[in-house]
């Protein structure tokens, strides 16, 4: 039995980087799934190949920062296949300039447009996707957050805060929504994000994380501390979102943790060399000589 079989499944943010990933994965996985994206060129060539590799599909448009789609988008899936099952909030945006731009340069408009898609899209479809999951006894809410809601990244402080904003979200929805056996969950990529999130939304779909469009892997000069012959890709974070979807995580609820980190977040920012506790045994045992 396929860990989605028969579950019906909006995403937003669909037509490329993590929410494509897991468009197809969840399809693969017998889930039913409603594509949606602002873009709206991007939306049938997700379908189309789910459909092709013999799931089931549709497509629409949706814009997360307008409550009308939103809602839309929720019942056009409740339409097409009677319920809806699971909402994987995923729609982001990254901020101008690439943390380029000082937290004290940054403006009002920025912030609006960042967190307008960031948080409040997020707000919107947790809000409607739970509208529609009460009426058939439950579901399963997941959202894209991002490890800058856990650390810092420098010149990225309001969509830090946006994300930061969606695990409160996502810790308050567990709490409100779970009498009506609807569970929301986050999910918080590091590594293995799409590269196509720091290009134009017009751009062509890249289907690769940074790592993986970097070239050759070499994992001895891999940023994080896990050591595997592989790059991270895009999937090492669709894998967790189709856990959090399936009824393998039926008792999760409120949780917000780090996805495809290797490690990153398990290690202190301080900088220790290699081979750092034999020297600390040498120097004590040279001490030892001496006095």
Not at 166 to 191: E, M, Q, S, W
Not at 260 to 274: L, M, N, T, W
Request: charged share 15%; glycine share 12%; hydrophobic share 45%.
């Amino acid at each position: 039995m396929n860990r989605l079989q028969d579950k019906s499944m909006l995403i937003t943010g669909a037509g490329s980087g993590l929410g494509r990933e897991v468009a197809l994965l969840a399809a693969a996985e017998g889930a039913r799934v409603v594509v949606t994206d602002k873009v709206e060129a991007r939306i049938q060539p997700v379908v189309d190949a789910i459909t092709a590799a013999g799931g089931q599909a549709t497509g629409f448009r949706v814009d997360v920062t307008d409550e009308s789609q939103v809602e839309a988008g929720v019942a056009h899936t409740v339409a097409t296949f009677g319920r809806l099952d699971v909402a994987f909030a995923n729609a982001g945006v990254t901020v101008p300039g690439q943390g380029t731009v000082p937290l004290e340069d940054t403006t009002l408009e920025s912030w609006n447009e960042v967190n307008g898609v960031n948080l409040v899209g997020v707000f919107l479809t947790i809000k409607h996707a739970a509208r529609a999951m009460k009426t058939t006894g439950g579901g399963s809410i997941v959202v894209t957050s991002s490890a800058a809601s856990l650390v810092s990244y420098p010149g990225f402080g309001i969509y830090a805060a946006g994300k930061a904003g969606v695990n409160g979200l996502v810790r308050a929805a567990a709490f409100d929504l779970g009498k009506y056996g609807i569970r929301t969950n986050a999910v918080c990529p590091t590594h293995g994000m799409s590269v196509n999130f720091g290009l134009d939304p017009e751009a062509p779909v890249v289907g690769q994380s940074y790592e993986e469009a970097a070239g050759d892997w070499d994992p001895t000069h891999a940023v994080m501390p896990l050591r595997l012959p592989f790059p991270p890709s895009l999937r090492h974070n669709a894998w967790p979102v189709i856990f959090l979807a399936s009824d393998e995580s039926q008792y999760m609820s409120g949780t917000s943790f780090a996805t495809a980190d290797g490690g990153q977040h398990a290690r202190v920012s301080i900088p220790f060399p290699e081979n750092w506790g034999l020297d600390q045994q040498a120097e004590a045992s040279l001490a030892d000589v001496v006095d």
